[in-house]
């Protein structure tokens, strides 16, 4: 199931929902399969119900993974410079850069899904809501490096080489501040720096990895602003983050 219908489906749950409320019912029953699915595909119910006869309880594979250099390490400022003047793909002609903005103390470094016009990596009600998030975990957003998965700012699904093009940057940049915890924030910035084809809303809800740092996907602020009845899975992500910046 792709993002765009996991967001219909929502929305008709939330439609589903208005509609019960308005009836004057405040609660729904909670069989087995609701359990079930609110566990999650994982659980142990999910794979009894998946198995057939016979069938060999099998673990999943991990993902699989190209070695990759290590990144250079470099300053920021050096790094600003060396965005504005690449010319690594055809989005390099264009004189619109997308800069990291924020700073390194708090140890969290946020990667958002690129934005379609602008040089700031998240504007308007978007960022606002992005500083609330950040708040409510005891962060200030000066404290916080936020950037965005590509370098210019792009209306369309980037190319391949376009995304690895900026990648490369993006992993310096990475080196350059140094973080202790990543989150990304949308779903392509999700599926690229975990190397997957599994939607947000599967990849989301625990730590992963990216060369060794660990890292918590979640959604978009634009996203919750449109989607505001996600805010709570939202909220766990954030305290998720909380608790790994505290050990």
Do not use: Y
């Amino acid at each position: 199931m792709s993002d765009q219908e996991i967001i219909r489906l929502l929305q008709q749950t939330r439609d589903l929902l208005a509609f019960h409320q308005g009836l004057g019912l405040d609660g729904l029953p909670r069989s087995a399969a609701v359990e079930a699915f609110l566990r999650g595909p994982d659980s142990g119910a999910g794979k009894k119900m998946a198995a057939g006869p016979g069938s060999r309880k099998q673990r999943p594979s991990p993902l699989r993974r190209e070695p990759e250099a290590a990144a250079p390490v470099t300053s920021l400022a050096a790094l600003r410079e060396e965005v504005e003047g690449c010319r690594q793909c055809a989005c390099g002609e264009k004189p619109a850069r997308i800069h990291g903005a924020g700073g390194v103390d708090s140890g969290l470094l946020v990667v958002v899904d690129p934005p379609g016009d602008g040089s700031a990596p998240v504007a308007g009600p978007a960022a606002e809501l992005l500083a609330k998030m950040l708040a409510a975990i005891s962060l200030h957003p000066e404290t916080v490096h936020v950037t965005s998965l590509l370098k210019c700012p792009l209306d369309r699904e980037p190319a391949p080489g376009e995304l690895e093009s900026c990648l490369a940057l993006l992993r310096r940049e990475i080196a350059a501040a140094a973080p202790r915890v990543i989150c990304s924030m949308g779903p392509l910035a999700a599926a690229t720096l975990l190397r997957s084809k599994q939607p947000l809303f599967a990849l989301r809800g625990r730590l992963r990895s990216f060369h060794d740092l660990p890292l918590l996907p979640t959604f978009h602020p634009a996203f919750l602003l449109k989607n505001p009845e996600m805010k709570k899975a939202a909220w766990l992500d954030l305290q998720a983050i909380q608790k790994q910046l505290r050990r």
